[in-house]
């Protein structure tokens, strides 16, 4: 029964191989309701704007974290039983992401809500029938409410009696990166994202350190470790925080933003019957509660528990299909000039700033809006975004050949010089149809003239 083998056909990883055992553990979780919705929620928000070949969808990619997870498991002698529970973990890892993943997480006030927050009720949806069914196909392997506990802890990033296990999950060095990294890289036609993955799976092992037993890499891996970061540095630099891509998906939020403070009026009303519109009514009660609240986490809490059940439907087809219908209506409404916009994939100008000089910037952004109030807040957004390649606050550990333990940046210079350092990019964000008024020009040339402010 082991030798039988079911095979998905991935461009990434190639033939990813499944013991019929194995496929049974991941396949009734593949054929539900909530996993396919995956199929229909692209991995990179609104990539694909700027690089076409980026359609592919978290489906793909959590499966992808599925197999690299069962590679990592069976490299370094997880038991069969622990095997099983990383497996379903990696699967559903991003079970609760929403529409164009963690674009639509800035609708909310301060960003309060992230998909993770969702994760818990879609796995709470798996109920005692689907469990009955799945110990029918599954005799050896049956899985406990305790079991798939601690399914979600994994997930979750809580705390568990084995760290080795919640690494493959959740870590520096989990399958989740190591599967994105090479998928996003290669749907978006670069090779900032590549590594040997064979060679560091290879290098793999359990590491006794002073905190417990945790996923590491022997001395022979530091070379491909050194490397996976530092394409995680340039996926992130110029990928995942590409200036037009995050100004673009910028434009989707703002539009989201409007609709959801604009729907009682008559202009939108056929939105309201719909399952996005009746999402956005929530959302824009939230937003307007919890910016004022005390009890912050209470107010959070209800809205999930209410809203669940609309949320847990949506996908990237509701939202483009709002657009669409927002940008037919002939109006100058904000919502509409949006909709127009990313609907002909209208691209506002890029203007790089000096992160040094933020304070000055902001300060000359706001009075220039303050003088010119027939600009919308819209057409001039202010970006930044800080990432870090790599943090020594849960290093990445290494056993050299004589068994001596040390986080990486002991063994790495490239790595110790990069360690906790927070790189920055910051941009403003120009709607085309102003960007040639002489106001407009004279503000670009002074934001990127400004002095630093001490």
Not at 111 to 132: G, M
Not at 409 to 434: P, Q, R
């Amino acid at each position: 029964m082991n030798n039988l083998y079911h095979v998905i056909k991935d461009p990434v990883h190639g033939t990813m191989q499944f013991t019929t055992i194995e496929n049974a553990w991941i396949k009734p979780f593949i054929d539900s309701a909530h996993f396919q919705r995956l199929r229909h929620i692209k991995q990179l928000g609104l990539g694909d704007f700027i690089f076409p070949g980026a359609a592919h969808s978290r489906f793909n990619h959590c499966l992808g974290c599925c197999y690299v997870a069962c590679q990592i498991a069976q490299k370094i002698g997880l038991a069969e039983e622990e095997r099983h529970l990383v497996m379903i973990a990696c699967l559903l890892h991003d079970i609760g992401h929403g529409p164009f993943s963690h674009t639509f997480e800035g609708i909310f006030t301060d960003n309060l809500i992230h998909h993770e927050d969702w994760t818990p009720y879609f796995l709470a949806d798996y109920d005692a029938d689907f469990f009955a069914r799945y110990n029918k196909l599954n005799p050896r392997h049956h899985l406990t409410p305790e079991k798939f506990q601690h399914v979600a802890d994994m997930i979750m990033h809580k705390p568990m009696a084995k760290n080795v296990m919640a690494d493959i999950v959740s870590s520096q060095l989990d399958a989740d990166r190591l599967d994105y990294l090479l998928r996003d890289s290669h749907f978006c036609g670069v090779s900032y994202g590549e590594f040997d993955f064979r060679w560091m799976l290879n290098c793999m092992t359990i590491v006794a350190t002073p905190a417990g037993e945790r996923l590491g890499i022997t001395h022979k891996g530091i070379g491909v470790v050194e490397h996976y970061l530092m394409a995680r540095r340039l996926m992130l630099r110029n990928i995942y925080h590409s200036q037009k891509k995050i100004a673009f998906e910028q434009l989707l939020v703002q539009l989201l933003a409007i609709l959801a403070e604009s729907l009682t009026e008559s202009l939108f009303a056929s939105l309201t019957q719909t399952r996005l519109g009746q999402f956005l009514m929530a959302v824009n009660q939230y937003n307007q509660t919890v910016s004022i609240a005390t009890n912050k986490q209470v107010i959070k809490q209800a809205f999930l528990e209410d809203n669940f059940k609309n949320y847990k439907e949506l996908c990237d087809y509701d939202v483009f299909t709002v657009i669409k219908q927002v940008a037919d209506i002939p109006s100058d409404h904000a919502a509409v000039q949006l909709a127009k916009r990313i609907q002909a994939r209208q691209m506002p100008k890029i203007v790089r700033l000096d992160h040094a000089n933020l304070t000055a910037i902001r300060h000359e952004l706001a009075t220039f809006k303050q003088q010119h109030r027939a600009y919308q807040d819209w057409q001039l957004s202010l970006m930044k975004t800080p990432h870090q390649s790599y943090s020594e606050e849960d290093p990445i550990w290494v056993v050299n050949e004589w068994g001596v333990i040390n986080p990486i940046g002991k063994f790495s210079f490239m790595l110790n010089a990069i360690s906790d350092k927070l790189e920055h990019i910051a941009f403003l964000a120009v709607d085309k149809t102003i960007a040639n008024d002489a106001p407009i020009i004279h503000l670009m040339q002074q934001l990127q003239a400004s002095p630093v402010l001490m």
